[in-house]
């Protein structure tokens, strides 16, 4: 196997790492135990209620139709994701640096589309150029120059001014642990090197998206630059690193706020939500304090004579002390 | 000039020290009006020697759970034995499946940007104490995660999470869960969801569910009492009888002229009114109040003289999970005896939480008994104009207090401001209100809790931003001459405000008192002559 082959290899590998880790955290998350109810108001779909309310508001709620709006939700998330619009309203000051340092991002991965798309246009026989014949030809050239170049300048100022801030900043500083800084150094190498190979090689990225064509069709690809193959190898890396990390904390956004803050669905018995909780209440309890009875199931335990066992126990307490 | 303040770090829980911090009177944050008089003493009276000697407080200096100190090292290795074992069921899906899944989610993904910091009242109102700020007990909690129960432990140096566990740091942190109001304010404010409320609520759970180690008011005096003998105010059934009997009804009658028999283990009633049994003891003009409003509006409705039927209490849901399916449990199994159609929960914030949202999961086939709150039901008598009021009666200001689990942690919003429009025409919010509300600093059980110096930690700390904040509310009416109002529909909330307008001699230097949302209501109604809400004697 030749180096080239290797790195596509590398590529391919890594790329599968990435989505399969994110994939096993969200099944991680997912497949938790339905918990007790632990909404924090306002909640994203509820509808007819202002000021935060809920359908908890109506009397005899239960005898009345749900109404929830996924625009709602959808809306909520969305100002979320592209204005990053809590830290906007609760903390103007940190929103300076986290906001455009995810914006590099998502750039970043804006950029690997655009370059999908110049691969497979190329491939159809779509030349990609400042001077392509096709106008689409030439928007995507522009873009992916445009897109690039802003995620590597933005990502390393941002990268670099975080890591300034949190090792300067005294209340940032005192809860930023080694594994912190090393994670924001791996963003900065990213973006970094990234700049420094459109610098030295690839000032219009015909190489990346030659590089983007071979991924797709398996064909050697055209030499490259060390500081290339530099970047690829970190992006690589970072590939199989950052599902592993709080770096994931985009997905678990979605289940902060979906499955905890706004799951607000009540049992109204005779259901699904029932049977997986009578299920979980069929599971043995092992907490060890005095007032419980390890090995009794939950349901025995919270149904059981409460009165008399509770003052048995607390007698066992008493004579023990 | 300003002293600097010691750097306090995560670490520094596990270093065995008198006192990690200690708070000054000119930390605090500063409150208008009573600047002087109140730094004039220390905020926090210090424990005696003999207090010293028997509880753990190295912490801040002060006790909230009456931990006692370990006599021996073989004790110490054991709590810390202890304490392992309770964290890894927390931990699991088997032995925590209650709150597995947000506990996971906050633990593994807070990024650490203090946004959450700005919005605790606690932290705030502290002057900024680093042990106060809401991830600091979580970070103290990750690191001990990181370097004990995960792999790579051995490089805990390396990777930040350095920290010693040993009696010093389960001590501190025990005590460091009583810190917390488990208002949320701070997880409503995280852009990522992370809820270091819940966090906190875990800890407490796991000192109580594997350690036996929670605060004397809320597990032995508390929900123990309540299965025990009926209610957490150690009041029986027969007393509770008698109140309701020998006394309510007479003093209803004394008040308002009305004959009213209030009905108690009425089989088949429409509702099953279930009120925190402190109200019958201490204000029991809410009840009162209750039974006067369903009697006008001629409600099918019945009390519970049965275990813990007649108390919606359920402080389970600040510590313990089995705590609280037991109690709930029995509340709704009195209402299945009783054949109601539905449970309305008086104006108790934690109560409604606990069985109206929280234990919906615990109850299943015919026990999930409909549950509602209180106050759609008296918004629907007021504004349908199913009493007759006359606002004029309640013309003085009156602001409203929103009490956490109610509103925050249900949603439930406008029902009370409807009541409080109709009814007060000089109604005026507090800033901020609604979901956004500051809790009161009596919340997660701290209003009942007053071993050793609590209280004034209570008072001088969590309760400091709802004394600012009632003060500004009334700024332009502060004057004595004007009797004025916070109206807090919730025994907690009032019971935290009886000691804070006592603590900071607000009623009689501000003529600023509280009461429930119903004692207003029949303050309005038209055929009651005399004004139901009682004028201290001694302003």
């Known amino acids: 196997m030749d180096s080239i082959s290797l790195l596509h290899v590398v590529s391919y590998v890594t790329i599968l790492i990435f989505f399969a880790g994110f994939a096993m955290k969200a099944i991680r998350y997912a497949t938790a135990p339905i918990h007790l109810r632990w909404e924090l108001y306002p909640v ?10 809920s359908y908890l508001e109506e009397l005899d709620w239960r005898t009345k139709p749900r109404k929830k709006s996924l625009i709602g939700e959808l809306t909520f998330m969305a100002k979320e994701f592209l204005f990053f619009r809590g830290y906007y309203h ?3 000051q940190i929103w300076y640096f986290v906001y455009p340092f995810h914006i590099a991002g998502y750039l970043f991965v804006v950029w690997l589309v655009v370059l999908l798309i110049g691969a497979l246009a190329t491939l159809a026989d779509l030349p990609i150029s400042a001077g392509s014949a096709s106008l689409w030809g030439q928007i995507i050239y522009y873009l992916t120059l445009a897109v690039g170049l802003a995620s590597f300048i933005i990502g390393t100022i941002l990268s670099m001014s975080l890591l300034i801030k949190r090792s300067v900043d005294e209340d940032l500083k005192t809860y930023t642990t080694p594994i912190d800084y090393f994670n924001l150094s791996f963003v900065l190498a990213i973006f970094a090197s990234g700049l420094v190979a459109w610098l030295l090689s690839d000032p219009t990225f015909h190489i990346a998206r030659e590089y983007m064509k071979s991924l797709i069709t398996l064909n050697p690809m055209p030499a490259m630059s060390p500081a290339i193959i530099t ?3 970190i992006v690589c890396l970072f590939l199989i690193y950052m599902p592993f990390t709080r770096m994931t904390h985009s997905i678990a956004k979605y289940f902060t706020f979906h499955r905890v803050r706004w799951e607000d669905e009540p049992n109204v018995g005779k259901g699904e939500m029932e049977k997986k909780i009578e299920e979980l209440l069929n599971q043995p309890v092992s907490w060890s304090a005095s007032h419980i009875q390890p090995g009794k199931r939950w349901s025995e335990l919270a149904a059981s004579e409460t009165v008399s066992e509770v003052k048995h126990e607390e007698e066992k307490k008493n004579s023990k002390n | 000039m300003k002293k600097r303040r010691k750097i306090v770090r995560i670490e520094d829980i596990g270093k065995p020290s008198e006192q990690m911090v200690n ?10 009006y009573l600047q002087s008089s109140d730094s004039k003493s220390p905020p926090i009276k210090p424990l005696t020697e003999d207090q010293k000697k028997r509880y753990e407080c190295s912490l801040d200096g002060v006790s909230a759970i009456g931990l006692p100190r370990l006599k021996s090292k073989e004790e110490e290795e054991r709590a810390v034995k202890d304490f392992l074992s309770g964290l890894k069921k927390l931990l699991s899906r088997k032995d925590n499946w209650t709150f597995l899944q947000p506990l996971m ?3 593994e993904n807070c990024v650490k940007c203090h946004t959450c910091s700005e919005s605790c009242p606690i932290y705030l109102a502290s002057g900024r104490q680093e042990i106060y700020r809401p991830i600091y007990r979580s970070e103290v909690l990750r690191k001990i995660i990181n370097k004990y129960l995960k792999k790579g432990g051995k490089f805990a140096k390396f990777t930040g999470n350095d920290i010693d566990l040993n009696w010093t740091t389960i001590a501190r942190l025990a005590e460091l869960a009583y810190r917390c109001t488990l208002c949320r304010r701070c997880a409503q404010a995280c852009p990522v969801g992370i809820d270091n409320g819940l966090i906190t609520h875990e800890i407490r759970k796991l000192f109580s569910q594997e350690m036996g180690i929670a605060p004397k008011e809320l597990h032995e005096l508390g929900t123990v009492q309540q299965l025990q003998v009926g209610s957490s105010t150690g009041m029986k059934p027969e007393a509770f009888v008698n109140i309701i009997k020998d006394f309510m009804e007479e003093d209803i009658e004394e008040k308002t002229g009305k004959k009213i028999e209030i009905p108690i283990d009425k089989e088949g009633a429409d509702i099953l009114f ?3 049994a ?4 201490s204000w029991p003009e809410n009840p009162e109040a209750y039974a006067i409003i369903f009697d006008a509006a001629g409600l099918n409705w019945t ?7 007649y108390d919606a209490d359920n402080y389970g849901v600040w510590y313990d999970d089995i705590q609280l399916a037991r109690i709930a449990l029995k509340q709704v199994q009195v209402a299945k005896k009783l054949k109601t159609k539905k449970i309305v929960v008086g104006e108790c914030g934690h109560a409604h939480k606990a069985l109206i949202v929280i234990a919906d999961r615990i109850l299943t086939g015919e026990l999930n008994i409909p549950r509602e709150s209180c106050l759609p039901l008296l918004a629907d008598l007021v504004c349908n104009e199913k009493l007759k009021l006359d606002p004029r009666k309640n013309d003085f200001p009156v602001t409203l207090h929103d009490p956490c689990n109610m509103v925050r942690l249900m949603g439930i919003v406008e029902p009370q401001r409807r009541v409080l429009r109709k009814i007060c025409p000089q109604f005026r919010e507090m800033e901020p209100h609604g979901v956004e509300n500051y809790c009161c600093g009596g919340g997660s059980g701290f209003a009942i809790m007053s071993q050793t110096n609590f209280s004034d930690w209570r008072s001088s700390i969590s309760g400091r931003m709802k004394i600012k904040q009632l003060l500004e509310t009334f700024k332009d009416v502060i004057s004595p001459e004007i009797r004025k109002y916070v109206c807090a529909p919730c025994s907690n909330c009032k019971g935290q405000f009886r000691d804070l307008l006592d603590y900071y001699n607000i009623e009689r230097k501000y003529n600023l008192s509280y009461t429930g949302l119903a004692d207003l209501v029949v303050n309005a109604m038209v055929d009651i002559k005399q004004p139901f809400l009682q004028e201290p004697a001694n302003l």
């Open chain 2, 23 to 32: 708070i000054e009177p000119e930390d605090l944050m500063s409150l208008p």
């Open chain 1, 231 to 233: 970047h690829i190898m």
């Open chain 2, 303 to 309: 009390l519970s003289s049965e275990l813990s039927g």
């Open chain 2, 105 to 107: 989610l906050s633990l």
């Open chain 1, 90 to 92: 609760r903390n103007r």
């Open chain 2, 274 to 276: 279930i009120q925190n």
């Open chain 2, 278 to 281: 402190g109200e019958f003891l």
């Open chain 1, 44 to 53: 994203a779909h509820e509808v007819g209620h202002k000021s935060g309310g």
